[in-house]
């Protein structure tokens, strides 16, 4: 016979919708005039454009980064007048932002090894529009984890980040192009030389740690570091978010169903924000991304709690500055369902 408590969880399950729709978007860029020039793209993509796609996949609002950061990526011509080309962009994104202020909430972007980096995180945190976050791209800023000068540079940055309340969404995979180290030990570096110096904000790591898809395996191995210290309930993780931005619809990711969900579980499905990322150049769409995102081997109660998450920098009500506020993932919501 089923006990009360079974019954209320049947009946709770029961009333939870076939297919949950996310009603936020974690990981939306805009792309600028300028910032379609320099990425050789036929057009930019605006707020007004963005709202067209969320609109077709059913998803209210989206997290808006600016792409700022890629005018200092060294894998690309350096930029005249760099710095002026980073308020530039900023500055747009915050302008298109202002059009959907009930749908669109917007990051500033800026690369952490600049000597202007501290600078333009000061004037955004002062933006009624850009000040809830940053977003920093280790991949297009060439940080090397491994390398003593960055990770002092980096501390300076979340320092004013934490200063300013500013939320942080970090791409943390570092290039690609340059083959730069990444693995567990990186991801160890992050955690105790980093992460603590943004104790009170929240901080969500892109694409579950990675740069798209699930086929690198250092992806994996750094993950497993954040894992083993959500395990240990390690104070640093209280206010660490993980988007899931990219990770299916790229790659092989097909073959990895059952892997990407096991970490997402051992995560912390309380933790997972779901996200699509910028429609061009090759990017999927909101609802492409979504069709991919329904097809991994989630429960239906699970894609619910992700699909109704809504992280601090996410709140409509804000009484001064929210993300200063007390509140965390403590490990009685942080850990995997029993199953």
Not at 30 to 50: G, I
Not at 156 to 171: E, Q
Request: net charge positive.
């Amino acid at each position: 016979m089923c006990p009360p408590l079974c019954w209320t969880v049947v009946v709770f399950l029961a009333t939870l919708p076939l297919r949950s729709q996310p009603s936020i978007d974690y990981h939306q860029h805009l792309l600028s005039p300028s910032a379609a020039q320099r990425a050789s793209l036929p057009k930019p993509l605006t707020a007004r454009d963005l709202i067209v796609l969320l609109d077709a996949a059913g998803v209210r609002r989206a997290l808006v980064l600016s792409l700022a950061y890629q005018y200092g990526n060294p894998n690309k011509p350096p930029v005249r007048d760099e710095y002026a080309e980073v308020k530039r962009e900023n500055d747009w994104t915050a302008a298109q932002v202002s059009e959907y202020p009930n749908r669109l909430r917007g990051f500033c972007g800026v690369d952490p090894l600049k000597s202007y980096a501290i600078s333009e995180i000061e004037r955004c945190a002062k933006n009624p529009y850009l000040r809830y976050g940053l977003k920093l791209h280790f991949g297009n800023s060439d940080v090397d984890l491994d390398n003593r000068r960055h990770i002092a540079q980096l501390s300076r940055v979340f320092r004013a980040a934490d200063k300013h309340g500013m939320a942080i969404v970090v791409h943390m995979r570092p290039s690609v192009t340059r083959n730069r180290p990444y693995g567990a030990k990186e991801a160890t570096t992050f955690l105790n030389k980093i992460l603590p110096l943004a104790s009170h904000v929240p901080v969500q790591i892109a694409h579950l740690a990675g740069a798209g898809g699930f086929d690198d395996p250092s992806v994996d191995s750094a993950l497993s570091v954040f894992i083993q210290a959500i395990n240990r309930q390690d104070r640093r993780m209280a206010k660490v978010y993980f988007d899931i931005c990219g990770v299916a619809g790229i790659g092989a990711w097909e073959q990895k169903k059952a892997l990407i969900v096991q970490r997402i579980r051992q995560i912390g499905i309380r933790r997972i924000l779901w996200g699509s990322d910028g429609a061009f150049g090759g990017g999927l769409t909101p609802a492409q991304a979504l069709k991919a995102y329904r097809e991994l081997p989630l429960t239906k109660e699970e894609f619910h709690t992700i699909d109704a998450d809504v992280a601090p920098y996410m709140q409509i009500s804000e009484p001064g500055n929210p993300l200063r506020e007390p509140g965390s993932l403590t490990s009685s919501n942080a850990r995997a369902p029993t199953r």
